[in-house]
C-alpha cells in the first residue's frame, strides 16, 4: 500500500517500456532464465499532483541497444514497427537507466499500464549488475481505469482507454514513449471524470511496493526416493519466508501424484499458496523443488479444485483420461 496519500505537491511518473526476448527453439542457456526480455526502449512522462488534476512536467525518452537479444524477435518487430537497424542507434543500458533514475528522483509514485514493466526493470538492472531498488511505489493503472469506466475486472487496452475518453491519437501505439504519452493522459482524464477523492483512494489501495519479493523458491537436499522429497522440506514450507514466522494451514498440504500443494496463512503476512514438486536428476537422485507466493485469486482456484480431487481420489489423482483413437482416414 501506498505510505502516504496523493496530495498537492506528489509526483508521480507514469512509464512504459518495450523488450526485445530471446527466439524460442534456441538452446535454452542460463541467459533466458535469468533475462526473459531485454530492454530496447523507455518512455516516461512525469506528473504533479495538484487541485484534483494532473499537471505535466516533462517527459522522457530513450531508446536502447541490446547487447544480449540483438536480432528483434519477429513478435516485438510487428508490434513496435521497430528495425533491427534501429536497435543499434540506441544508447547502452547503464546509460539509460541512470538517465531514468535521474529523471524519476524525488518523485513518490511509478505508473504503468499492466504490472510486468516493473519486473522487467527490476530484471535488467539486476542482469547489467545495477542497484535493482526502484525506490518507490508503483500503480498498474489499467484496473483502475477498468472500475472507473465502470467494467471492473476486465483488461482493457491502453487503446480501448484512449478511445474511451476521445484523446486525440497522434502516434502509433507499442511504441514505449507514445504508450507512456496515452497512458499520462488516461491518468489525467481519470481525474478530469472523476472525484478527486475517490481516485486518491483508489490510488492508494492498489499501489505496491514493487521491491518487496512476492514469490520464494528454494530445493531440498538429494533424497533416493520421490516419496522422500516431501518429508524434506516438510517444516521448511511452514516458515514465512519474509518473516520466520510459523504458518499455519487454511488448506493442508496434500499430494496428488508428483506434486504437493498447500495454503498456508502468516499472521502478518496473509495467505500464502505452496507447491513442491518431486523432481529428478540425470544421476537417479530426487529432490523437492518448492514455490511459494502471496497467494493471487488463481492460487485460490487451483489449490481449491486439486483439494477437490484429492478428496475424490487421493494421492493417485483423477485417472488420466484414455485418449480417443484417431479415427481412421482414408488417403
Ligand atoms: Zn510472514
Not at 212 to 231: H, N, R, W
Request: aromatic letters at 12%.
Amino acid at each position: 500500500m501506498l505510505s502516504k496519500k496523493m496530495i498537492d505537491g506528489t509526483e508521480l511518473v507514469v512509464f512504459d517500456m518495450e523488450w526485445n526476448q530471446p527466439f524460442s527453439g534456441k538452446t535454452v542457456s542460463n541467459e533466458i532464465a535469468v533475462l526473459p526480455g531485454e530492454i530496447i526502449e523507455i518512455g516516461a512522462v512525469r506528473y504533479e499532483y495538484s487541485d484534483g488534476r494532473l499537471n505535466r512536467k516533462g517527459t522522457f525518452s530513450c531508446d536502447i541497444r541490446p547487447v544480449v537479444y540483438k536480432k528483434l524477435h519477429y513478435h516485438v518487430m510487428k508490434i513496435t514497427h521497430k528495425t533491427d537497424a534501429d536497435l543499434k542507434k540506441g544508447i547502452g543500458f547503464e546509460e539509460a537507466a541512470a538517465r531514468f533514475r535521474e529523471f524519476t528522483e524525488g518523485a513518490d509514485l511509478l505508473v504503468g499500464w499492466g504490472n510486468s514493466d516493473p519486473k522487467i526493470l527490476k530484471n535488467n538492472l539486476k542482469f547489467f549488475g545495477l542497484d535493482d531498488h526502484l525506490g518507490m511505489d508503483f500503480l498498474d493503472l489499467q484496473p483502475i481505469f477498468s472500475v472507473f469506466c465502470g467494467q471492473p475486472g476486465q483488461q482493457k487496452s491502453v487503446e480501448f482507454a484512449v478511445d474511451y475518453y476521445n484523446i486525440q491519437k497522434q502516434d502509433i501505439f507499442h511504441s514505449a514513449t507514445a504508450d507512456a504519452r496515452y497512458t499520462g493522459e488516461v491518468f489525467e482524464e481519470i481525474f478530469n471524470h472523476n472525484k478527486p477523492a475517490e481516485v486518491i483512494s483508489a490510488v492508494s489501495s492498489s499501489s505496491v511496493n514493487p521491491d518487496m519479493p512476492t514469490e520464494f523458491s528454494f530445493t531440498g537436499s538429494d533424497v533416493d526416493e520421490a516419496e522422500a522429497c516431501f518429508a524434506e522440506v516438510s517444516d521448511k514450507i511452514l516458515i514465512c519466508p519474509l518473516c520466520s514466522r510459523k504458518l499455519t494451514g487454511t488448506i493442508n498440504p496434500f499430494r496428488i501424484r508428483k506434486s504437493q500443494y498447500a495454503l498456508l496463512n502468516c499472521t502478518e503476512h496473509g495467505d500464502m499458496f505452496c507447491r513442491v514438486r518431486a523432481k529428478r536428476r540425470t544421476g537417479g537422485k530426487y529432490y523437492a523443488a518448492a514455490v511459494m507466493r502471496f497467494a493471487t485469486q488463481n492460487d485460490y482456484y487451483l489449490v481449491a479444485s486439486k483439494k477437490e480431487e484429492f478428496d475424490k481420489y487421493g494421492s493417485k489423482g483423477a485417472p488420466i483420461p484414455v485418449p480417443e483413437p484417431a479415427p481412421e482416414t482414408d488417403e
